[in-house]
């Protein structure tokens, strides 16, 4: 089931807008085998530390964020991804505004 337009061009980053002191989410397609998620932060705002049982490829479309996995830091800017890898504890926090695409895939 897709959540957005199929077969025409998309721009993620204009997808998904900024609201003052939360995280929006708008999914972008969702079916059995995974999902495609936006998110837009605002400068501060986190998800805090959690697990899930698929790898899923983080990808930030603008701004900075600091992603933990398994307390490691690493700090990603605009056009740069990281695997979080299943199982594994991570969280992600806006180091800036910043929108990233979440891809999920259950295999």
Known sequence: MSTAPTSEVLN???MVTYQDGSVVSRQI???EAGNVTLFAFDRGQDLSEHTAPYDALLHVLEGQAEIR????PFTLQAGQAIIMPANQPHAVKASTKFKMLLTMIKA
């Open 29 to 31: 397609t969702k079916a």
């Open 69 to 72: 996995i398994s307390g490691k």
């Open 12 to 14: 993620f980053a204009e």
